[in-house]
């Protein structure tokens, strides 16, 4: 996969085990999951449905696509890329303060997300004004 230019983002490849029955997807806690992993996620989104729209302050994310196809946005204040999450041996990695959206989901997608800290809703930036302002803040996270 071509590399990502977005800042905190890039692609961690997944170990993979083929045999005759398969393949085996290898997802390993601090290994090949650079984060302590706090919790999961599973979209099945509908087609033409998009999601995502805002920013985490701390959370990090790893994003696999079990099935079919979609395509994230990713910004991160300075420069805006598209990139296709389409299957389970590339996790798309995403740091914090980084907006994202997802959109053009195939009829079949499935995604599943990794992140390193439990559900906080006061750790979302939902409107994107304010996640350039956090930027233009000096945030000693970036």
Known sequence: MQAITV???RWIPTEVHPSKGGELFAIENLKSIPFAIQKMIVIKAAEGSV??????RRL?????CLSGSCKFL???GK???TVEVN???Q???MGCYVWHRMFDFSA???????GSDLHDPDEYILDHSDFLSALSDGNPLL
């Open 79 to 81: 420069t805006q890329e």
């Open 91 to 93: 996790g798309l990695y």
């Open 87 to 89: 299957t389970p041996n």
């Open 60 to 64: 990090e994310q790893v994003w696999y």
């Open 108 to 114: 079949n997608c499935i995604l599943i997300a990794l």
């Open 51 to 56: 999601r995502g729209e805002h920013a985490h």
């Open 7 to 9: 800042a905190r983002c």
């Open 74 to 76: 990713l910004d991160d």
